[in-house]
């Protein structure tokens, strides 16, 4: 029988060359798979389509949206993922639900191998193929790019020696990849980090400096997620939808980062994420005033660990697994309203309320109504500055009193 393999398909120049190109170099057959993530652009009717006019023996279409929305970037704004403090995780949490979708695909065609269109230098390739081996421990992988040599100029020539039904002329200096958490926008004059980005760079927001009059939403959360805006019921994907359209209106969420690539390349990247760099900040409010000191400490760590893991291509494993049972176990309170104003690139947090709130007003006020009891302030400093005060009074037993002459300029 004829080997199978499934490639992951975008309906671009290049998985559209990689179909015939695969072929040519394997003799296998080739099963095309693309799947919706809100990457916008062609349907899914169109892709599969133009799959099968380019040499594919089958094409498989799975429309992801609420998939990805409810299952990877909900657990996103749970961690407060944001890689190197500042990246939501944009393209490192697509390639676990593709991947999802190309293992399953592979067994109901009874393919042997899983094939995508990455570079060898990415951390792309690594996502995926980390991630198909642990849902398919018997599939191999092949990166036609990578493996087989195709490059760009021979994927042009390849398409217009084979008539393919695919554009070859248009000429993006970028190289994109979008999905509804967000756009990720590389190479080109980028490349020289000195440069500042151009206009065209953006797609999701518009230009902060001239934005609309500002728009303030309530998001309302239940167990770290949100279920309403302005008080109407949304899924998680719109959500996701509709943060996009009101914070890019108002140029919320444009990020501009040299970032460390897994595979030790310091990159420069250009990230358009409005609804979720919104969301995350209203999540973090939430959390301030839901959970409990030490729980929300720990939390920072667990939060930065599992975002480094899913950078890193970790979605499926056990660590990862375990972070998740603990922000899990931690959103059972960050329940409530978030008022958010949006405006100027900005996304501030007006105004907070929860049910489920720890925040005391009692304990709080400066004003009548105060129920702290200030006279147990002082026992309490007493014992807990008790430990650096013995260790200070032998530092002055044996070398004499602290060195108190960079407190202050003496004129
Ligand atoms: N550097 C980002 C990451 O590793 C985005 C990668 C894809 N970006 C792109 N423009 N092709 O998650």
Known sequence: MTDRIVLAYSGGLDTSVAIGWIAEATGAEVIAVAVDVGQGGESLETVRQRALDCGAVEAYVADARDEFAEQYCMPTLRANGLYMDAYPLVSAISRPVISKHLVAAAQQFGATTVAHG?????????RFEVSIQTLGPDLKCIAPVRDLALTRDKAIDYATAHDLPIETTKKNPFSIDQNVWGRAVETGFLEDIWNGPTKDVYEYTDDPTFGPAPDVVTIT?????PVALDGETVTA?????QLNRRAGAQGVGRIDIVEDRLVGIKSREIYEAPGAMAMIAAHRELENITLEREQARFKKTV????????????WFSPLKANLDAFIHETQKYVSGDIRLEL???????????????LYDFNLATYDTGDTFDQSSARGFIDIYGLSAKTASQREERLH????????????
């Open 303 to 314: 939060d930065q660990r599992w975002t480094e893991l899913v950078y890193d291509g970790q």
């Open 221 to 225: 959360f239940d167990q770290g997620v």
């Open 343 to 357: 405006h100027g690139g900005r996304a501030t947090v007006l105004g907070r309320r929860s049910e489920t709130s």
């Open 400 to 411: 004499g009193k602290p060195d108190l002459s960079g407190a202050g300029v003496q004129k």
């Open 237 to 241: 994907l719109q959500a996701i939808e």
């Open 118 to 126: 990455c570079t060898g230098k990415g951390n792309d390739q690594v």
